[in-house]
């Protein structure tokens, strides 16, 4: 269960469907970034429940297509690197035999630049060192410049940064110590952090800026904003492929949509990746483009890039 941000990932072709207005379109997507469940959007819009799933696997795809084209040339400076738990179906403990290879526990790689808070790059997959190659591999090749790197104290970085940067790179790992983890029943709660530990790696990071702290707020931000990723949910996605569109979706709101508080502008904008912040008609609007290009990674949209 792999998925990254690349043109070339799985395409599903989307066809013989009623085509909503556009102004619905955008109400339904608006309602799915703001952490609205497809049933809930169901209720809330009086479309079927099919119509929302079919245009959030056309709105999906269109927005990984529309991402990888335009996330690159990348040139923030410090960057900071996390891997955030989902599952698909159930929980790895519950899957029935002979279903590992469909449902379980998925992990998503997010790539935050710590300026702008633009998304550069994520990864679903596995948590193992083969993901973290992917998804280092996809965040280099966006970038134009030498950067300064924070993960947390996970294993599969060290082998990872080092084949997609080899010594171009200032990196260090921000390694937390965790007290015993809350075993009492009832709701989720995390252990606690009793202290950390700043390792460099590679390079000469500056160690006043060795810190997730802002790739782990983007953690919870996901949480909320896309109801497939809360912790205590019914609303867990049954299918790999529509998690993904969903986080696809979801990035692209965070990136062109939706204005952060740090620079009253969108993470794209700030990050010089566009220049204006985007309505959902226009993020509708890309994807009608999409849909009539029949392919999300070929056809330029001009009208839409600044």
């Not at 969903?246 to 904008?269: C, D, E, W």
Request: aromatic content about 8%; some cysteine; glycine content about 8%.
């Amino acid at each position: 269960m792999d998925f990254m941000l690349d043109s070339q990932a799985r395409k599903v072709h989307i066809g013989g469907m009623n085509k909503l207005p556009a102004e619905t379109r955008a109400r339904i997507l608006h309602l799915l970034c703001e952490g609205q469940s497809i049933r809930a959007t169901v209720r809330l819009t009086g479309v079927s429940k099919n119509t929302i799933s079919k245009l959030l696997v056309t709105a999906g795809q269109a927005c990984m297509a529309y991402q990888d084209r335009t996330l690159v040339n990348l040139t923030g400076t410090r960057w900071e690197v996390d891997e955030l738990w989902s599952f698909v179906g159930a929980k790895e403990r519950n899957v029935p035999a002979g279903k590992k290879h469909e449902m379980g526990d998925v992990w998503t790689w997010v790539a935050l630049d710590a300026k702008s808070k633009l998304v550069g790059a994520w990864y679903i997959g596995d948590r193992d060192v083969e993901a973290a190659m992917f998804f280092m591999d996809n965040l280099a090749k966006r970038l134009t410049n030498r950067i300064q790197l924070t993960s947390d104290g996970h294993a599969p970085y060290l082998q990872a940064v080092e084949g997609a940067f080899g010594a171009d790179i200032d990196f260090a790992m921000l390694v937390k110590i965790y007290g015993k983890a809350n075993e009492k029943p009832g709701r989720y709660s995390p252990p606690e952090c009793i202290g950390a530990v700043k390792r460099v790696v590679e390079g000469k990071p500056d160690k006043s800026k060795v810190s997730t702290s802002y790739v782990e707020r983007n953690n919870g931000i996901i949480r909320q904003h896309c109801k497939r990723y809360a912790r205590l949910t019914q609303a867990f996605s049954k299918k790999v492929e529509n998690h993904v569109y969903a986080f696809a979706l979801h990035t692209m709101y965070h990136n062109f949509v939706k204005i952060s508080g740090a620079h009253r502008t969108t993470p794209a904008q700030a990050a010089g990746v566009d220049s204006r912040c985007w309505e959902m008609s226009d993020m509708v609007a890309m994807i009608e483009e999409w849909e009539a290009s029949l392919d999300g990674s070929a056809r330029p949209m001009s009208d839409l890039q600044a």
